[in-house]
């Protein structure tokens, strides 16, 4: 195989805190080992409108503590069909470009590997979502600042609650994915979590919110917005359908408030490790593949296996914020 002279360099999907220090780790390690390094606008839509700027070292300095991402972002519909497709692979080939590391969710990831394998280019996936569920990986870009930007919140939102004595749902993102409910509630202290990969006994919630509501007991309560009813305001039209009427309870949407904001130290250090990462992937002639962190290690993963995952490894989490919950 011939030395990639040049790689291209996307963000696709939703943004999230740490993509723009994974840039900053792919561009500098690939000028490091003497490729040049394009930076492609607005993810797969950028590649097929042939929207790319050459990264030099100076380019992606001070990037490192930016939230969202410099490149710009985007769900393309276009590349999912070849005319679009056979586009972008011609602008690539026009500037010498011989592999692209795509920054990305699951489905990024699939059209990376479609791309691929029509026109024999070398793809990387790094992990990039708040959600955190991607298969292969415990971790993704993103997710550790999301979850103390929600803490955050919560703790806000808790100096009202215990205040009024209200029952708070907070409702956070995560797709299809409980993973980010699950966490959050775990570690701001909720009473209960409500995830799109579980059936609440509903009766019982209702017991234990009534119970809570008559003893002037404060409580919050993390509803996914993938949850089963369809996240915060449905599940309290639910509690008052079953006739809990109550003045004392409130949703708070968080929105993508939670995709916003400087990076923490987590996403800022491993958006880095993961960019080298897979620069070094490709020097060492790898492809479709995705690396990710497992184990506080870097993994490599096929990019086949980088799917979804729905049902989070750590439910044991469900327990423990039962076991302490006021409820
Ligand atoms: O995948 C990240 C994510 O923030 C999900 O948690 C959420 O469901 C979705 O993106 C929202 O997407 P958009 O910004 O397009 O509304």
Redesign the pocket.
């Given at each position: 195989m011939s030395k990639i002279q040049n790689i291209a360099v996307l963000t696709s999907?939703?943004d999230?805190p740490g993509m723009n220090a994974c840039i900053r780790a792919v561009a500098r390690a690939a000028i490091y080992h003497n490729i040049g390094v394009f930076g492609v606008v607005d993810g797969f839509n950028g590649l097929v409108e042939n929207r790319m700027k050459a990264l030099s070292y100076d380019e992606v300095s001070n990037i490192i503590q930016r939230g969202g991402t410099i490149l710009g972002t985007a769900?393309s519909e276009n590349f999912k069909l070849p005319e679009f497709r056979k586009r972008a692979y011609q602008n690539l080939k026009d500037r010498n470009i011989g592999a692209l590391v795509i920054i990305g969710?699951d489905g990024s990831f699939k059209g990376g590997q479609v791309f691929s394998h029509e026109h024999n280019i070398p793809v990387i996936g790094i992990p990039g979502?708040?959600?955190n569920d991607i298969n292969g990986t415990d971790y993704t870009i993103g997710f550790d600042t999301a979850l103390n930007t929600i803490i955050d919140a919560i703790d806000k939102i808790r100096d009202t609650a215990s205040s009024h004595h209200r029952l708070f749902l907070v409702e956070v993102?995560?797709?299809n994915s409980g993973i980010?409910a699950l966490n959050a509630a775990a570690a701001s202290g909720a009473e209960e979590v409500f995830m799109p990969e579980r059936k609440e006994d509903l009766d019982e919630f209702e017991e234990k919110v009534r119970r809570a509501l008559i003893a002037k007991k404060s409580s919050i309560v993390v509803v996914a917005?993938?949850d089963a009813l369809g996240g915060a305001k449905e599940l309290l039209t639910e509690l008052k359908s079953r006739g809990v009427e109550s003045d004392r309870m409130r949703i708070a949407i968080l929105g993508?408030m939670?995709?916003g904001g400087a990076p923490t130290f987590l996403d800022r250090l491993q958006s880095t490790r993961l960019g080298e990462a897979a620069v070094v992937a490709l020097l060492k002639g790898e492809q479709n593949i995705m690396v990710g962190i497992a184990n506080g290690n870097v993994v490599k993963v096929d990019l086949d296996d980088a799917q979804t995952k729905s049902i989070p490894k750590n439910m044991q989490y469900l327990k423990l914020i039962r076991k302490l919950s006021v409820y």
């Open positions: 999907g939703g999230a769900r969710g979502t708040i959600d993102m995560g797709n980010l917005e993938g993508h939670q995709r």
